[in-house]
């Protein structure tokens, strides 16, 4: 698999509030509406914890991303690969708008493989809003993937240090959340 790593990919979806889908997928439900970090859940079920960057820097943003993150632009955008014993289970995109990009949250881009969660999930960051929804079936995403199969994600508006930024985290077919999960729909 060679992914497309000069452009991002985009995290397109239909992104609701949790109490707006109907889901019979508990499984998944449940790690779609996870309070806490995923990066330190993830690390629980596997002996070996990676990141793999795909793109990092200024970039376009989506309209239902600039109707979330509700502030202007230029926008550093970070796509990466949260891998689990070196199989890919979640695809995390972050915007972030240049003005956050300063004072306590400036260490955003430079995190490198570091997982952005390791900041988030302290005492200077705080999660605002959570959504959830099915990716479109022609995002760029699927590159990452070889099972076709539908594929969910959560996104969610954080504040670090009062400054704004947004995370979606699309969980990729090998990921444990669709383990013993068949027909995944929601209506």
């Not at 779609?32 to 990141?51: D, V």
């Not at 988030?120 to 960051?125: C, E, P, Q, V």
Request: hydrophobic share 40%.
């Amino acid at each position: 698999m060679k992914p497309n790593q000069q452009q991002p990919c985009g995290a397109d979806g239909k992104w609701q509030l949790p109490q707006q889908l109907s889901m019979t997928a508990l499984q998944l439900r449940d790690w779609l509406e996870y309070p806490g970090s995923l990066t330190a859940r993830l690390r629980q079920h596997c002996q070996q914890f990676s990141i793999q960057v795909l793109f990092e820097g200024y970039a376009e943003i989506a309209n239902h991303e600039l109707k979330t993150l509700a502030c202007a632009g230029p926008y550093w955008v970070r796509e990466v690969l949260l891998c689990c014993d070196g199989e890919p289970w979640v695809f995390a995109r972050s915007v972030i708008p240049k003005s956050s990009l300063e004072g306590d949250a400036a260490e955003v881009s430079r995190l490198a493989n570091k997982p952005l969660g390791e900041l988030l999930f302290t005492d200077k960051g705080q999660r605002q809003t959570l959504e959830l929804a099915q990716v479109d079936q022609n995002s760029a995403i699927y590159q990452y993937v070889t099972d076709p199969q539908p594929l969910w994600g959560r996104r969610s508006r954080f504040l670090l240090a009062s400054a704004p930024l947004l995370v979606s985290e699309i969980f990729l077919p090998s990921c444990i959340a669709y383990q013993g999960e068949s027909g995944v729909a929601a209506s």
